[in-house]
């Protein structure tokens, strides 16, 4: 992406549904965004973000 203040990172990870086909209009690796917390803030950022499955989603790690 251009012009973005985020780390992002492409991971091997394939945007997919259970079954091997493309997850609606996206496809292709996942990418995610990464940065720096401590880890009493991670635990925070699952417990908040695991609960918005269509938007965001539990951090991948």
Not at 1 to 26: D, E, V, W
Request: charge should be positive; hydrophobic fraction near 40%.
């Amino acid at each position: 992406m251009l012009n973005s203040k985020t780390t992002h990172y492409h991971t091997n990870i394939i945007c997919q549904t259970q079954k091997p086909i493309p997850a609606g209009r996206f496809f292709g690796p996942v990418v995610i965004t990464m940065r720096l917390m401590a880890p009493k803030q991670s635990i925070i950022a699952c417990q908040l973000t695991r609960r918005f499955v269509y938007n965001h989603g539990a951090p991948l790690h």
